[in-house]
């Protein structure tokens, strides 16, 4: 997956992810796997014992161990040898705070989604990113797979026609049970207006748009519970129009008992159509109207795409995964850092990565849902 | 597949489904499959010559096969050895008519789906059902599938707990090139008000309604066309509210380029969810809250339920398809009909074969989901 | 499925079959789908009583209710409304005295797999078949499956190059458990000279030879039981040798525990592969070389090959099975004896059931075997 | 993945793995992912500049990018921040000497399989490792997926009962094509006696021995090509007889053509079997006699076997693939490493990676093998 030229791998700091954090060991991994950073400081925890000693478990020096994230953004913006980049893992209702701070500091920025905790926090993020020049990246993790970009430059080179149908599905069990799990997902406000909406719901969301690469204009939502009595929401379906004028439908819910992971796509043009499952990740189904249907996978002999190709380390039928589609994330936009960084040449084209208006955009889509659901009928989605 | 105590089979008629016609070889071979009926007349071309000649090679007797179903319900109710029940596989805009006679003759009736062309006249039948106490099946075929009735006994039997979300889908690509295929499917009012609603969107409503055993109260739909300036609706998406508040979605399509025949259903309910698709009918998918994902087959070994048991010829693994699924029905309402005609005792539980009013409730769907696109929100479902 | 310009149906009596019998209700439900056949005779129990009743159960006439072959044989042979054929579905020991017998009262054969009990007997029947230009139909019953006949069709075609690899498989559970199920396979000798071979070895062997066209010339095979203890045979694997120089192999067992059917093929050229498994019939793999895996299913749009559409009822994606393959076979036998008793014109291509000289190789493999075992090392398979 | 209680992490020299080698970056990602090495000292290469860009592309110090493994072992056994362990990933020809020298300067070592190119060298490099009580880890990587280990587990616990069937493939087409690739592998000699034998069918072999934990005592080999007048074996079929007198058949090929990767096990006890495809590494397919067949996932909800834990990074259906299982071996290798260094409590239960002996079983498979095919007929398998 490439070298750079500036003579060093990244400097990278950690904000949350701490002990016992899922979120946090996939960042890691996938910070490591490609060896473009040097993890070197961190904010693991708020609690200072604890942040010391996971620090000292990932063999950072005890001085850039810290034990709050505004300490660790102040006192490395002084250092001489000081990050390059900070990663956010952190709930949802401190991502502003954290982003604004860090593209203060002169940081380029890795944020978990949802970007904010709501519309109004994205945009005051977006604007900041676009007065500092940073780097910016949402880590919507499920767009670096590389059937994921397959399918999108096989709908971009228009092996579909002209794209009449889409269908978005996430569906898990996680919140299954009548009783819910403790933590701060589940804790009034802190996952932002809705659960559903801002957890899953967006990756599913950012999906669609990756792929098809066409925005919804207006939706009609039900949002609510599939649990009686439960508050907080854990489904969501909607009718989706794309600017396009085709159609769509997204069924996302964290309660369907049973369930797996469950996020899909399934796309139509005038051509045929394609389907990917994020449990078979390496599989891309592609009906195709005046042929036999085709599997597409990452093998000897027939090419893959372009995106494809470069967001692919082995092949000959070696499956890659979650975390390497996430490591792919974190290398380009290495690449992009390091390019900055006067190490290699700037690409130019757009990054592959989700940058910041996509995480403007989920949150656009959040509020249009909710509000969809309020008034029984069909809402626009603010554009960005 | 059982006997009958008459000493001898049922003695059927057929309307419509002539030369050409899949829906007819369909219906024949389920009516021949189990051995329950003698095809001895029919009305199978209103063209005199073709007629004959299709009667002639079902060896069906020259003055048996009749140019019109109206010859033919007169001529057959006034011969001593007359046909027992008919069989109709016409264009929809005739089911009434037919129908209406054909009670009136005092004939047990079997009629393709949509019942009618809308509700009033669907409606009209069953109160003639009623009146003349005549067996009536409907034949949403796709209930006869081994593996729909497991699902629909395990749900009945409490395995996945009170059902909490149904997701619905019939997406096939029948009309997805822009040019119609001719045929009174696409001709202005034959199909009724919405030809995906009416062709196969009663299907996946019927087979929703049938694995859960519950209504649909309320509905949201976007029904309309995926190919640009075409007037016949191919696509409807809807938002669906269950008796017992449980949520539902469906899509259902005639017009996605690719696709093969996509009737499936998943239902998810506190315990586990179901998921079965039509392609691969003799598998069931059980996902388990509490323990792994379980494959429900037809095979030695795990009992299947006894709606499975009875609906199934051979074991195994060896599959069965949709003819055997369509026979299924074809044998139960021989079973019924002979009873009813002093045979064998009466089976005094409901039918698994598909009647009048649940031929009715289809064109309720159908019309609440044109009223709710029109409306641009939620529309109550008219009760049966 | 055709008709035919006898201006009758053909007249079938059934030879085995009796109540409780699996294969007999596949025969007969086999008989009537296409409507070929009027089954109108029967020896279907040696208990004069059970036949009688069984026969009954058919709507048979009393007069044709026979307790015995022989004079079921020798009654209809002297009937001016005599049957045309009979099918022979008893156990194996005794195919060879009843083939012998029905070919001699010039009767046309539909026989149960294997053909007989040994080599000497199959070789014998086909003696006779030959003296007596009579139709013979052995029920290799895969053989008749549209995608089985897909593959056969586009591997003589080219499309898969020289034939490189084959390897096929048939495991089942059926003799898992330590206790034997009572019947006559598991009787002393009732069977022939290894149960596994004859019940299940022969379905895989044919199988092979019908997609590939190409016969075994030699083989190694370890023959034997998987449960310890036990003296009939469960278990055999084999490594085999084509005539074209092509290497194969075989692995067929009815005491794998938790297996289903698991008949299957994968057969590779030069240029790709093919692969099917009986328990989903309906696809056909194709992994390509030089293009990504294509899966063939009886669909709209793309054409399947001739002998694929020549046994397909109903296409759209929807599932045919087991009991269609089955009469696929009797369909086309019905068309050649109508064709030779003057109805229609005679086919004079090879048919495509399977004739008495598959019999006798199925036999001539299960000889191979055995001696194979006993020396271990590999055998010539005694050519046809 | 844990840490260690060293202080530090694993140095790591690499030997072989240089630009263009697949294998090479798979060791690197593995060495990485769980953050327990440094690659400080490599040699890449043999030419001296291809060896210093390489090793300056992983940010490796310049005076320690060698340009060949003896100056690397020598010079690295003198400094005093001298590396722990190397990694070799060199054609096999080379395997034996440069272990040997490993060994001999104290490292620890992991070497890529075939642990030599024939079994006398394998069975000295063993009497090496146990001289000199080194670690050793030979990747037969596929032993690193965490449903790999479910199904050891399995079978350990008693799950399946006694083992009585094993079926092992490696279907591949990377010599498909008449013309072979160019490369080591293809130059006479240096792939040892058999190419197939010894590049994917070791991995075959040591999987099946993994997963069931018996030793294939005899066996009855066919080796040879499946493309008519090529010299080097691409073909291997065998039968199997394991310690326990279970049966077992295996079909390795890399050239079938249109196939992927094709590496799969299936297993059958007294109870059910085990199935497993590499392509679809995060579903493990349990057949079970008497209950429904079983999807074992890594998901949230039922439990996983400990091993299968132990070797997982995250779940909830996110999939992990090839690098990740690669890198379980790693990562075990670390902690043995780790804990013989002083950092943390040695482990006394036998290593999951594979170690020396696992190697020498590989070579002493081959050897059987070529025999076999010699003699026609069955050889024992050499005892290690």
Same mark, same amino acid.
């Given at each position: 997956?490439?070298?750079?030229?500036?003579?060093?791998?990244?400097?990278?700091?950690?904000?949350?992810?701490?002990?016992?954090?899922?979120?946090?060991?996939?960042?890691?991994?996938?910070?490591?796997?490609?060896?473009?950073?040097?993890?070197?400081?961190?904010?693991?925890?708020?609690?200072?014992?604890?942040?010391?000693?996971?620090?000292?478990?990932?063999?950072?020096?005890?001085?850039?161990?810290?034990?709050?994230?505004?300490?660790?953004?102040?006192?490395?913006?002084?250092?001489?040898?000081?990050?390059?980049?900070?990663?956010?893992?952190?709930?949802?209702?401190?991502h502003?705070?954290?982003?604004?701070?860090?593209?203060?500091?002169?940081?380029?920025?890795?944020?978990?989604?949802?970007?904010?905790?709501?519309?109004?926090?994205?945009?005051?993020?977006?604007?900041?990113?676009?007065?500092?020049?940073?780097?910016?990246?949402?880590?919507?993790?499920?767009?670096?797979?590389?059937?994921?970009?397959?399918?999108?430059?096989?709908?971009?080179?228009?092996?579909?026609?002209e794209?009449?149908?889409?269908?978005?599905?996430?569906?898990?069990s996680?919140?299954?049970?009548?009783?819910?799990? $403790?933590?701060? #997902?589940? /804790?009034? &406000?802190?996952? %932002? +207006?809705?659960? @559903?909406?801002?957890?899953?719901?967006?990756?599913?969301?950012?999906?669609?748009?990756?792929?098809?690469?066409?925005?919804?204009m207006?939706?009609?939502?039900?949002?609510?519970?599939?649990?009686?009595?439960?508050?907080?929401?854990?489904?969501?379906? $909607?009718?989706? #129009?794309? /600017?396009? &004028?085709?159609? %769509? +439908?997204?069924? @996302?819910?964290?309660?369907?008992?049973?369930?797996?992971?469950g996020?899909?796509?399934?796309?139509?043009?005038?051509?045929?159509g394609?389907?990917?499952?994020?449990?078979?990740?390496?599989?891309?189904?592609?009906?195709?109207?005046?042929?036999?249907?085709?599997?597409?996978?990452?093998?000897? &002999?027939?090419?893959? +795409?372009?995106?494809?190709?470069?967001?692919?380390?082995?092949?000959?039928?070696?499956?890659?995964g979650?975390?390497?589609?996430?490591?792919?994330?974190?290398?380009?936009?290495?690449?992009?850092?390091?390019?900055?960084?006067?190490?290699?040449?700037?690409?130019?084209?757009?990054?592959?990565?989700?940058?910041?208006?996509?995480?403007?955009?989920?949150?656009?889509?959040?509020?249009?849902?909710?509000?969809?659901?309020?008034?029984?009928?069909w809402?626009?989605?603010?554009?960005?």
């Open positions: 997956m490439g070298t750079n030229t500036m003579g060093r791998r990244i400097q990278l700091g950690l904000i949350g992810g701490g002990p016992g954090s899922v979120i946090g060991e996939t960042h890691r991994i996938a910070a490591r796997l490609d060896g473009h950073y040097d993890i070197v400081a961190a904010a693991l925890s708020s609690n200072a014992e604890r942040a010391r000693q996971a620090a000292a478990d990932l063999f950072i020096a005890p001085e850039r161990a810290y034990a709050s994230w505004r300490q660790m953004l102040d006192t490395e913006a002084a250092r001489t040898d000081r990050i390059d980049a900070v990663a956010i893992m952190t709930p949802n209702d401190s502003h705070a954290i982003c604004m701070l860090a593209l203060e500091r002169g940081f380029h920025v890795i944020c978990d989604k949802p970007l904010a905790n709501d519309l109004a926090q994205a945009r005051d993020i977006a604007a900041r990113v676009k007065a500092t020049q940073a780097e910016f990246c949402v880590t919507y993790c499920y767009s670096g797979f590389p059937m994921v970009r397959q399918a999108r430059d096989m709908i971009r080179a228009g092996e579909l026609g794209i009449r149908q889409v269908h978005l599905q996430y569906v898990q996680y919140l299954a049970h009548r009783d819910l799990p $403790a933590g701060w #997902r589940t /804790e009034a &406000g802190r996952a %932002g +207006s809705s659960l @559903v909406l801002m957890d899953i719901g967006t990756h599913a969301f950012h999906l669609g748009a990756f792929v098809t690469g066409m925005d919804v207006r939706l009609c939502a039900d949002v609510g519970s599939a649990i009686p009595g439960r508050t907080i929401d854990d489904y969501v379906s $909607a009718l989706l #129009r794309y /600017e396009n &004028g085709a159609r %769509g +439908s997204l069924w @996302v819910t964290n309660a369907a008992a049973g369930s797996e992971h996020l899909s796509f399934r796309v139509h043009g005038d051509k045929g394609l389907e990917w499952h994020q449990e078979e990740p390496n599989r891309l189904i592609h009906r195709r109207q005046d042929a036999f249907e085709q599997i597409i996978t990452r093998r000897l &002999g027939p090419a893959t +795409s372009e995106g494809a190709q470069r967001s692919t380390r082995i092949a000959i039928g070696h499956p890659e979650y975390l390497e589609a996430f490591a792919n994330l974190y290398t380009e936009f290495a690449q992009r850092v390091a390019a900055r960084m006067g190490g290699c040449p700037v690409d130019d084209s757009p990054t592959l990565f989700p940058g910041v208006s996509d995480g403007v955009k989920g949150l656009a889509f959040v509020a249009a849902s909710v509000k969809s659901m309020a008034t029984g009928g809402q626009d989605v603010e554009r960005v």
